[in-house]
């Protein structure tokens, strides 16, 4: 059964979903708006994936059945804290009818329907995820190594599997591109990264080092020593605006950043 749904809004996008009846689409805790009053609201810890939304996923009856569905449970609430994501998903079932829920990221910006076929998973960054249907498996995928841990970016991606619909977020305009088009590999900001399909190697570099020309880049350039790769041929999503450019233009806005291009590294306070 295909999910209904429209992405509406212009600078600050929300997707309305039609819910035919007895079906399922699951969020991340905090991208709820509204509902119809036939539409049930379950919160669960578990995805999908941990058996949470599904049944007959291996998990069986019985004692041995329950220990490993719980165990799942607990082993995915682990990789999320770990990802520093809501420890819990809700659930919306449309009963005795078709039913209308809608959901919104958290950032000024776009939304896109991902369409899952089985055949290919999709990578997302942590914040991007907003809802999926109960048959789309929600999964934490690390990527990027080292790097990617010394970097505070890139590290933790959601991974999403099987078949059906996944709506995620972004801040600003997104646009698409595949690195086989770019020679088979493209640098990108690692704010910048959206989401990409299987099939697509990512990683991230450092860029310089802690010579005079990375000193520049990281201080005036404001682009750190780190950089997203994403190599191989498949989709991949940018977005047009990082949450760090967000914040410090409204911390601008607000008066608080009079430090200049240097950040601060030469500038006195007034006592």
């Known amino acids: 059964m295909t ?25 991340e805790a905090g991208k709820f708006l509204f509902k119809t009053t036939n539409v049930t609201m379950d919160t669960r810890l578990s995805g999908p994936s941990a058996n949470g939304g599904q049944q007959g996923q291996g998990g069986g009856s019985g004692m041995g059945g329950l220990l490993r569905q719980a165990m799942g449970t607990a082993m995915q609430v682990g990789q999320r804290v770990l990802a520093g994501e809501s420890l819990a998903f809700q659930y919306f079932t449309s009963q005795g009818g078709a039913g209308t829920v809608g959901f919104a990221g958290v950032l000024p910006g776009e939304m896109r ?25 929600f999964g934490i995928a690390f990527a990027g190594g080292r790097t990617g841990m010394s970097g505070g ?23 698409d591109l595949n690195p086989a088009d770019f020679g088979g590999r493209i640098e990108v900001d690692t704010g910048c990264v959206v989401a990409f399909e299987e099939g697509i190697q990512y990683g991230v570099q450092r860029v310089g080092g802690l010579n005079r020309q990375g000193i520049m880049n990281a201080v005036f350039g404001g682009e750190g020593l780190s950089l997203a790769t994403l190599e191989g041929n498949g989709r991949v999503i940018l977005q047009s605006l990082t949450i760090e450019s967000l914040a410090n233009a409204l911390k601008k806005a607000q008066g608080g950043d009079k430090q200049g291009p240097t950040g601060g590294l030469f500038s006195t306070h007034a006592g």
Do not use: H
């Open 3 to 27: 999910l209904q749904q429209e992405i509406v809004g212009n600078a600050m996008q929300m997707a309305v979903v039609n819910l035919q009846p007895g079906q399922t689409v699951y969020c």
């Open 113 to 137: 329907a991902l369409e899952l076929d089985g055949t290919r998973a999709w990578f997302a960054e942590k914040d991007a995820f907003v809802a999926a249907e109960s048959t789309v498996d």
């Open 153 to 175: 970016e890139g590290f933790v991606l959601e991974k999403f599997t099987g078949y059906g619909t996944v709506i995620i977020a972004g801040a600003g305009n997104f646009i």
